[in-house]
């Protein structure tokens, strides 16, 4: 299994930005598909953005354009680029992962089992 740790987050205003990091550790990177997925308070967590092993991308609808999710093999780390920040998108946000997930399944919470612990984003107006 893979261990995550998130950082990056922060309060920021509404049409801000910010950059999540995902870094991880203990199994061979380049396997593994990469997700991030938010929960806001008295909501279910969702997936926002993913990343398959073989490169493809995937994102919610809801941030399509204003999102943009990459990898770092290298580095060992995952990136979520947020811009044009909107004051729904406050949640705790999860970085994940799981061996080479198909990218049309890579959104689904339930096929990752290895999660980071979460960094909180604000975005207020």
């Known amino acids: 299994q893979v261990q995550l740790v998130e950082s990056g987050g922060g309060s920021v205003q509404a049409g801000g930005s910010l950059r999540l990091s995902c870094a991880a550790s203990?199994?061979?990177?380049?396997?593994?598909?990469m997700g991030w997925f938010r929960q806001a308070p008295g909501k279910e967590r969702e997936g926002v953005a993913a990343i398959a092993s073989d490169g493809r991308t995937t994102y919610a609808d809801s941030v399509k354009g204003r999102f943009t999710i990459s990898k770092d093999n290298a580095k060992n780390t995952l990136y979520l680029q947020m811009n044009s920040l909107k004051t729904e998108d406050t949640a705790v946000y999860y970085c994940?992962?799981?061996?080479?997930?198909?990218?049309?399944?890579?959104?689904?919470?339930?096929?990752?089992?290895?999660w980071g612990q979460g960094t909180q984003v604000t975005v207020s107006s």
């Open positions: 994940a992962a799981e061996v080479r997930l198909w990218v049309g399944s890579a959104l689904r919470e339930y096929e990752y089992t290895s």
């Open positions: 203990g199994s061979p990177y380049r396997r593994y598909s």
